[in-house]
T-cell receptor
Framework: AQSVSQHNHHVILSEAASLELGCNYS??????LFWYVQYPGQHLQLLLK??????LVKGIKGFEAEFIKSKFSFNLRKPSVQWSDTAEYFCAVNTGGFKTIFGAGTRLFVKA | NAGVTQTPKFQVLKTGQSMTLQCAQDMNHEYMSWYRQDPGMGLRLIHY???????DQGEVPNGYNVSRSTTEDFPLRLLSAAPSQTSVYFC??????????????FGPGTRLTVL
């Protein structure tokens, strides 16, 4: 069965620090990859996605992610975090069917 | 557009009670889904629908029923609540079923506690 692993469950950073959240998936075929974010008290919303083309994708609020097929990874990055980036981040994968599989999530806390 | 709406926001049930969580979307989306979110486990798919009258099971369907009589509504029924069903439930929708790179739009969630 396909699975998604997010390596860090909790991350604490100071403002202006760089962020990288890891995401690995287990599937050898074509994948469609997503990062969703849930800000405190808000709905989950899409941060960015990859389905083809340039493996470096840019999303909202300065986030980007790189798809590395050989490593089965789709890590999320931001060069300089802000207090407002405090949220829970979910990596997700769809392998072409009707089901999207989510990782366990990473809670990010940014200290002002 | 209201997007995806869910009711109620909070609910407390006793073991064995039944209830229906409501979900509606006004975006004319084909695909709708229900997830549960538990600490350390992320979101797990309960059931999904690819159109009115068509539903199928996700990863964790036991104890839940769904139906989709209209494009807009996708209620989730708990037949006989158990403490293991204490969770936060999210409904989501996306424009087209069968397009795997479509993003999903999520509702605000229902926090359910089963005593």
């Amino acid at each position: 069965a396909q699975s998604v692993s997010q390596h860090n469950h909790h991350v604490i950073l100071s403002e202006a620090a760089s962020l990288e959240l890891g995401c690995n998936y287990s599937y050898g075929g074509t994948v469609n990859l997503f990062w969703y974010v849930q800000y405190p008290g808000q709905h989950l919303q899409l941060l960015l996605k990859y389905f083809s083309g340039d493996p470096l994708v840019k999303g909202i609020k300065g986030f980007e992610a790189e798809f590395i097929k050989s490593k089965f990874s789709f890590n999320l990055r931001k060069p300089s975090v802000q207090w407002s980036d405090t949220a829970e981040y979910f990596c997700a994968v769809n392998t072409g069917g009707f089901k999207t599989i989510f990782g366990a999530g990473t809670r990010l806390f940014v200290k002002a | 557009n209201a997007g995806v709406t869910q009711t109620p926001k909070f609910q407390v049930l006793k073991t064995g009670q039944s209830m229906t969580l409501q979900c509606a979307q006004d975006m004319n989306h084909e695909y709708m889904s229900w997830y549960r979110q538990d600490p350390g486990m992320g979101l797990r798919l309960i059931h999904y629908s690819v159109g009115a009258g068509i539903t199928d099971q996700g990863e964790v369907p036991n104890g839940y029923n769904v139906s989709r009589s209209t494009t807009e509504d996708f209620p989730l029924r708990l037949l006989s609540a158990a403490p293991s069903q204490t969770s936060v439930y999210f409904c989501a929708s996306s424009l087209l079923a069968g397009v795997p790179y479509n993003e999903q739009f999520f509702g605000p969630g229902t926090r359910l506690t089963v005593l």
